[in-house]
């Protein structure tokens, strides 16, 4: 066992490292691969020696169990908000009022970005990160830290090479979702049917208010800190020294930020973000002005809810009033038609707009528009533009409504509404608009990953009847691609190669590259890790499916009816006809990491009954024992102990508190 410790701190070491210059600093160290190989080695150790397992090691930032519900947390220090200034003159405004307060003392400022997240605290006691919630109503708000934990750029521990720790440290800061993700992720979503997020902050608000932390870990969220809250052993003076000390202890702070000696360079800040607003990976809707000494601060005060020394610039909406000319319903991979407003072309923020969408018939409905009507339509960041509201003032009663046609616009079949949702779906399963976008899926990198089989090679081998289901691509030779327009010889061997070299593939990727219906990366790899086999999975039972843990009766049932379709079964089929090799997952041995220990108890103990502490030993895979020998790995020690607590001194065997077995438990539970 010697040098078993100073491995585990080694590893622990460089993975946090690592991962500190990968996602906070942004500059890689080492590979992906030696980052997983040097992982699996702390997972393996740990596992043989949960005793070293330790809060911020980097294998506790996965595995916490579903949680039942969110535990409510008091803010030490309430979380307030901002008040708005809508335009250059009100930031004016707002530095004037911050002057004369301040009786004219020297006053600058420090100029954040505005990233539209969710607003979040992190607790450091000592410098381990031991909670984490959302804002709530900024006097309570909810405990998230087990799905916190799941973001890399949140730090586990506070790095302590250049500053001492705190002892008690609370930052505050907005976890976000960059656009280009939030964009992928929506087109997985779409994919596996799922509903898509509306915008980056709700998809970051519904990543973090997830009770099963796996599915937070899924999701491509970030962090950037902006502020403080409670902080003991050590002080800080200006917001800007807070800002430029934190990375230090390993938080990631927005590069974008500017010291604003005055009101001018405040207005040059304003304007500069508002035009570098596109240009920048997340979305903001303003800035953020703080008066940047503290002492400053603590002068000016707060009101009820919002601090007299900050406020949000907030940028000019943007929105643009157009035409809608016509109404379109186009149908999507599961056969989901979607509404798109026509419009006349019009430049919003920078950009041309011409479709925007109209998200269901409930929406068009609801919203009450109509072909010919004047809109309001918005634009954010590279978020699908939406229809926002009607201007009902310019009808001429021209306007014609619009109602999702019976027929599918694609293949003419039948349209019907799925019940108990808002969704128009076509029945018809051979329609070409859903086997294009189930191949384009079944394709796609984090499916069967056939590279360069893209959209408009899709379309032209569906169009020239090349390919009828995704089974057909593994029947296809080199003389078939080459009939696609201007295809090279050289284009279509490479074609031919990405799908020999998809053949091989695991069960969650092919699970998942089905494209059932509301099955996306997440429930194909618990469905695979379950059944083990694509046969168990084909014969699962309604209920077996539905008492799968992170599976709900909506997603079951989806499951279920795929697999009843007679078509469908011919598919997959065929699919291993053609030449596909699915590796099966390996056992996953169930959760004992408690096997070959045992324990003893003696004494009373305060949080349960020895029958329920031995209970949980053997649940663990562990072995209670009445009586200590040699053999006795742990004895747990209550109040006023036995002889068995002698026996074991004088055996030499390992003796522990029952705060010491509560955690040891905690830990392994929480794996
Ligand atoms: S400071 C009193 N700084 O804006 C301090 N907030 O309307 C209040 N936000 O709930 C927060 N970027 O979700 C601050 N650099 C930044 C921010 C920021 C975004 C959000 C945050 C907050 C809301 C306030």
């Not at 200034?85 to 002057?99: C, H, P, S, T, V």
């Not at 998230?144 to 609370?170: A, C």
């Not at 053949?503 to 890790?529: C, D, M, Q, S």
């Amino acid at each position: 066992m010697s040098g078993v410790k100073e491995r585990i701190e080694e590893l622990r070491r460089i993975l946090n490292e690592a991962n500190y210059n990968y996602y906070v600093l942004d500059n890689p160290t080492i590979s992906d691969a030696e980052y997983d190989r040097l992982l699996r080695e702390l997972q393996e150790l740990e596992e043989k020696y949960p005793e070293y397992i330790t809060l911020d090691s980097p294998t506790q930032r996965i595995g916490a169990k579903p949680l039942e519900e969110f535990k409510t947390v008091t803010h030490r220090i309430p979380m307030l908000s901002l008040d708005n200034a809508m335009d250059e003159n009100e930031i004016r405004e707002f530095i004037e009022r911050i002057k004369r307060n301040l009786s004219g003392e020297d006053v600058s400022f420090v100029c954040e970005p505005k990233i539209d997240g969710v607003a979040v605290e992190l607790v450091y006691e000592n410098g381990i990160f031991v909670a984490g919630s959302t804002r709530g109503d900024g006097i309570t708000g909810e405990d998230i830290t087990q799905n916190l934990k799941t973001i890399k750029s949140v730090p586990l521990s506070l790095r302590s090479d250049e500053l001492p720790i705190p002892t008690l440290l609370e930052v505050r800061g907005e976890v976000y979702i960059e656009k280009e993700n939030f964009n992928k992720l929506n087109k997985e979503r779409e994919q596996s049917g799922e509903p898509l997020f509306a915008n980056p902050r709700n998809a970051a608000a519904g990543s973090l208010r997830q009770l099963d932390p796996s599915i937070t870990a899924s999701r491509p969220l970030k962090i950037y800190c902006y502020s403080l809250g409670v902080c003991e052993g050590y002080s800080f003076q200006s917001q800007y020294e807070f800002l430029k000390i934190i990375p230090k202890w390993g938080f990631r702070v927005n590069p974008n930020i500017t010291l604003a000696k005055n009101e001018d360079e405040v207005i040059a800040y304003y304007q500069k973000m508002e035009q570098l607003r596109d240009t920048l990976p997340y979305e903001i809707d303003g800035i953020v002005i703080k008066v940047n000494s503290f002492s400053h601060q603590e002068k000016l005060g707060i009101k009820t809810r919002s601090p007299r020394w900050a406020i949000a610039g907030k940028f000019k909406p943007r929105y643009e009033v157009t035409q809608i000319i016509d109404i379109e319903s186009s149908v999507g991979r599961t056969g989901i038609i979607t509404p798109v407003a026509i419009l006349k072309p019009v430049n919003i923020g920078g950009v041309i707009v011409s479709r925007a969408t109209l998200h269901n018939q409930d929406e068009i409905d609801r919203k009450d528009v109509r072909i010919g009507d004047w809109v309001f339509v918005k634009r954010a960041g590279d978020v699908i533009p939406e229809v926002v509201k009607v201007i009902k003032e310019r009808r001429t009663g021209n306007e014609k409504t619009y109602n999702i046609p019976g027929r599918c616009p694609v293949c003419g079949g039948i349209v019907r509404r799925i019940e108990g949702e808002a969704a128009h779906k076509c029945q018809n399963i051979n329609c070409p608009a859903k086997i294009k976008g189930g191949i384009e899926h079944f394709a796609s990198k984090r499916a069967m990953n056939i590279e360069g089989l893209g959209t408009k090679i899709i379309e032209q081998l569906v169009d020239k009847g090349l390919v009828k289901d995704i089974a057909d691509l593994y029947f296809l030779n080199k003389e078939d691609i080459l009939k696609l327009d201007r295809m090279a010889d050289k284009s279509a061997q490479n074609i031919i190669d990405a799908i020999k070299s998809s053949k091989e593939t695991t069960l969650a990727r092919f699970i998942y590259a089905l494209g059932i219906p509301n099955v996306g990366e997440h429930t194909a790899n618990l469905l695979a890790n379950h059944f083990g086999s694509l046969e168990k999975l084909k014969n699962a039972t309604l209920e077996e499916l539905e008492k799968i843990e992170g599976i709900g009766p909506l997603v079951a049932s989806s499951i279920y009816n795929f697999f009843k379709e007679k078509s469908n079964l011919e598919t997959t089929e065929k699919l291993i006809k053609g030449g596909v090799k699915i590796k099966e997952p390996e056992k996953e041995e169930t959760a004992k990491p408690l096997a070959g220990e045992t324990f003893v108890f003696t004494g009373a103990l305060s949080s349960m009954t020895r029958e329920e502490a031995q209970e949980l030993v053997r649940k663990l895979g562990g072995n209670p024992s009445n009586s200590v020998s040699k053999k006795t790995d742990y004895v747990v020690v209550g109040e006023n102990p036995g002889s068995k607590y002698t026996k074991a001194l004088q055996l030499g065997v390992k003796i522990i508190s029952e705060q010491e077995f509560l955690s040891l438990i905690d830990k392994l539970k929480s794996k």
